[in-house]
């Protein structure tokens, strides 16, 4: 079969004319055979108002001959492709669906096919084993390796013409976008193929098209990702929050704007977005599990008379230190409760439902502590007044106000904490360890702080974390430890890399909610180093590191950004320790 070019359009002619018969027959090619279309009928007469079939037959000028060959036989010509990149998703992609584009060959004049364009699936397809290929044989000759001085101006031009074409066939390829892919994955979801299959038969990795089916999935992830300049994993973040509620939408509207204009920070919104709707499901969960039981919700910063029983007693009668506990309240009036999620040093949320009275004076009860006058005599507080424990409406306003930052900054820092260990993970992982990663490493063992003596004795937990390895626990057990059996076969920049986790991973071990407010010398030098590095710090990490644009020492710094001495721990009154926790 000859593949011409028309150059004539005339509304009877196609692209590619049979000529099967002027085909020469070559021992190491067999032609291609197509199935046409059923016979046409026997021609009328022709209308004079039709051009004239030779015409169109004048203008076809042949490019090529397209013929199936064994890719064994073809003879890998001059290429400018020196790395073929045989990864395994493109051979298992030869393998089960063949050449799927013809591989561009000249005959030489011994009659041996030199390929021109195809390297890399030539050489695929014989490493995979296929039987034939297609390859289009174009005119003319084939280039040389000959030296340059030995050319002649017609041979200098065909290696021009060679190298320009091989150069153009893959810069001038556009890949298939994000978006496109998405919507593909998304008709193929529609047609029945599950992420799996379409993983197998697109030779496409598992783990991509698990997130490619997420975006398609969504329409809002697919929206933005087509619309926004956003990444293919921040779509798929998007995409978990799709949940069709109005909290769902306000949380992919900030994800939006978040990844457009300040992508740094969006892994940080994320995870805080995350936490937040975890935290709310646990406190939906015990609020309707409360409202069951008949009790009322107090809102803890808005207490107005209301008290924590834990502060009260049943009544005057009953003995001065005797807590009024939930049993006992049940048949009062004012029952109600307070929900919250608390996170400790593991993360991990743990609900919290107080018990308060609403109205303790009202129905009998008073101060669970009995309180003496300068005469050592009993004197008459109310429950209402006591000051004690659950007098929240005692706080000033500017009081209040501080211990909302100081809940909001320990949620974020627990956030934060989540995505910064994470890229821990990453980060040590990588194969090449980080510039002045020497510097770092010999200014921390100078430092030799107990942060590090701490961490040596309980067997390195978090280095192991974040490299992977099950923690064993302190080293005086006797057992291997999995970071020193690694040592033992590490490449030298391995070993750099193992160093670092060591040491960041006890400078890790170390902070806590307490970082943000109190920063000593050595959460400084962790958080500047890990900002060197490339880790984006988030807004209640920045706290730890001091601005440079400010003038002063470290200390004047924390003070400017929450109003409290930094080496102090103290920021202001925070009921029920929530600051500390």
Known sequence: MTITDITQNTDDTTGVTDTDDATPDHDSATDTTTTGEPSDPAPSDPDPSDPDPSDAVRAAVEIGELVAVDPRILVVGVNVRRDLALDKPFLRSIAERGVREPIIARRAADGALVVRKGKRRTVAAVEVGRASVPVLVEPGSPDTDDVLDGLDRAAREVRVERIVDQLEENQHRTGTSDTDEVRAHQQLLDLGLTAGQI??????????????????????????????????????????FDDRTDTGTDAVKVLTVTAAKNPAQFDHVAQKLRDERA???????????????????????QPGD??????????EETPSGTELTAEAHTGCPGRSASVEVRRGFDRQPQLRIVHWCLHPDMHGHTARWTQLNADGNRTGASAAGNGGAGSAGALSEEEKAQRRLVIANNREWDS???VRRQ??????????????????????????????????????????????????GSVYTGRPH?????????????????????????????????????????????????????????????????????????????????????????????????ASS
């Open 199 to 240: 993983a197998r038969r697109t030779h496409v990795p598992t783990a991509r098209v698990k997130v490619t089916t997420a975006v398609a999935r969504s329409e809002l992830a697919a929206a933005v990702l087509d619309r926004y300049e956003v990444t293919l994993d921040q779509a798929a973040v998007i995409a978990e």
């Open 279 to 301: 935290d709310a499901a646990l406190v939906a969960e015990a609020v309707a599990d409360l409202t069951g039981q008949g009790l009322q919700l107090v809102d803890p910063d």
């Open 306 to 315: 209301a008290r924590q029983i834990s502060g009260l007693r049943q009544s």
């Open 416 to 418: 934060a904490t989540t």
């Open 423 to 472: 890229w821990l993970r990453t980060f040590l992982a990588r194969k090449t360890p980080p510039r002045n990663a020497w510097a770092f490493i010999a200014a921390t063992l100078g430092r030799a702080g107990h942060d590090l003596r701490r961490a040596m004795e309980s067997g390195h937990p978090t280095a192991c974390e974040v490299l992977g390895h099950d923690p064993v």
């Open 482 to 578: 999995p970071i020193a059996e690694a040592a033992a076969t590490a490449s030298p920049q391995r070993a750099t890399q193992l160093t670092l986790a060591v040491l960041l991973g006890a400078a890790e071990d170390a902070t806590n909610r307490q970082t943000w407010r109190s920063p000593e010398p050595g959460h400084r030098a962790y958080f500047t180093a890990l900002r060197d590095w490339g880790y984006p710090l988030s807004p209640v990490e920045q706290l730890v590191v001091p601005d440079p644009d400010q003038p002063g020492d470290d200390r004047d710094d924390a003070e400017r950004t929450d109003g409290s001495t930094a080496g102090s721990g103290d920021a202001g009154p925070v009921q029920d320790g929530e």
